[in-house]
């Protein structure tokens, strides 16, 4: 079975440039989730879609930050502008349902940097 | 619960000892709880999980624990090996049960 695929795996920015990561989660899955996991932390969830609604994004800064799933399917996450507080590993992760008891699979991660 | 403990952030044992980790969670409710593996540069992988209604699950040489009264599950990982060195997140689910919340990380040094 094919995993989550993420793109791209590394990006390096100037701060307040924009940037988007790409996700492909597992197919079938209905829910999404893309997380932030800074250098020596536990991911933290952004934003977590079932189909193509968004069930939490209570943690994500939308003043910055927008995601979006518009087929239910692949979902792009993008920052504009960014800060140098936004350098970590971009997780993507699916789940076949919405639930806190759904095993989540992870992608690679796209790790930022930004300068 | 809305807050995962996860203790210690380091450990380090000698190859074939056992290494436990321990998570402590915030909500009674909260009713399944994961253990996540990562190497380094990898994605997390389900290594095992737990829900409420057992008190222990075991795979070969990991196993987890739960005290729903101390609201705090451990894994067990007995006769480590250097593959084993990784760093290990807890989760555990939010109050309203949709969101998983992590702990911070439990990093394995298994010396060989």
């Known amino acids: 079975e094919a995993g989550v695929a993420q793109s791209p795996r590394y990006k390096i920015i100037e701060k307040r440039q924009s940037v988007a990561f790409w996700c492909n989660p597992i197919s079938g899955h209905a829910t999404l989730y893309w997380y932030q996991q800074i250098l020596g932390q536990g991911p933290k969830l952004l934003i977590q879609f079932q189909n193509n609604g968004v069930v939490d994004d209570s943690q994500l800064p939308k003043d910055r930050f927008s995601a979006e799933r518009l087929k239910g399917v692949d979902s792009t996450l993008k920052i504009q502008p960014a800060k140098l507080e936004d350098s970590a590993v971009y997780l993507c992760a699916s789940s076949l349902a919405t639930g806190s008891r759904e095993t989540q699979y992870f992608g690679p991660g796209t790790r930022l940097l930004v300068l | 619960g809305e807050n995962v403990e996860q203790h210690p952030s380091t450990l380090s044992v000698q190859e074939g000892d056992s290494a436990v980790i321990k998570c402590t969670y915030s909500d009674s409710a909260s009713n399944y709880f994961p253990w996540y593996k990562q190497e380094l540069g990898k994605r997390p992988q389900l290594i095992i999980d737990i829900r409420s209604n057992v008190g222990e699950k075991k795979d070969q040489r990991i196993a987890v624990t739960l005290n729903k009264t101390a609201k705090h599950f451990s894994l067990h990982i007995t006769e480590t090996q250097p593959e084993d060195s990784a760093v290990y997140f807890c989760?555990?689910?939010?109050?309203?049960?949709?969101?998983?919340?992590f702990g911070a990380g439990t990093r394995l040094f298994v010396k060989a």
């Open positions: 989760a555990a689910p939010d109050t309203g049960g949709f969101k998983t919340i």
